[in-house]
């Protein structure tokens, strides 16, 4: 196979139809596949705490629980959109306007969502906006809450956090 060949079977593999399918490459036959669920991921962003180092932690805890999340809905054949992963590599969160755009901008890829899953148990302002938009465009919710097992809520005591 050429050069020019690969790139046009890498072009196809990689776009989108309007119609939601995208092309499978068997041999030299372009074939329509069912596209892939497209999940919009609601977790929390904004860290909590009252000191800096708690709020460090927690602001890690959540792009860690988000990184999980859309690992997940890949393993499961999704393909996860979480814009708080996305928007705050250039939108200042720390900026009223800016971090308004990224819930905009947010919005916009939750309306081409098929399901939006909510991870944890702490709904943020940000994700009961996610959530209400969701209801109103009649967009599937499902929820994910991690039950911690005896071990892990032992050590939350132990060391006296507000959870792992």
């Known amino acids: 196979m050429n050069m020019r060949m690969a790139a046009r079977i890498s072009l196809l ?6 119609k939601g399918v995208f092309y499978m490459v068997k041999g030299k ?9 497209k999940v919009f991921i609601c977790s ?3 860290p909590r705490g009252k000191t800096k180092e708690e709020r460090e932690r927690d602001w ?6 988000a990184n999980k999340a859309c690992r997940y ?3 499961h054949g999704c393909v996860p959109y979480a814009p708080h992963l996305y928007f705050p590599q250039f939108l200042s969160e720390a900026d009223p306007d800016e971090r308004e755009m990224g819930i905009l901008l947010g919005l916009t890829w939750l ?3 098929d399901e939006l899953w909510v991870i944890g148990d702490r709904i943020s302002e940000g994700m009961k906006r996610e959530i209400s938009k969701a209801d ?9 809450i991690h039950k911690a097992s005896v071990a892990e809520r032992f050590i939350v005591v132990i060391l006296g956090l507000d959870r792992i």
Do not use: M, Y
């Open 44 to 46: 929390p962003f904004r």
């Open 60 to 65: 890690k805890r959540n792009i860690d629980v």
């Open 73 to 75: 809905a890949v393993d």
């Open 29 to 37: 036959t372009a074939v329509k596949e069912p596209s892939l669920k």
């Open 13 to 18: 593999n990689a776009q989108a139809t309007e």
């Open 111 to 113: 309306a081409g969502c």
């Open 136 to 144: 109103e465009w009649k967009i599937p919710v499902k929820h994910f």
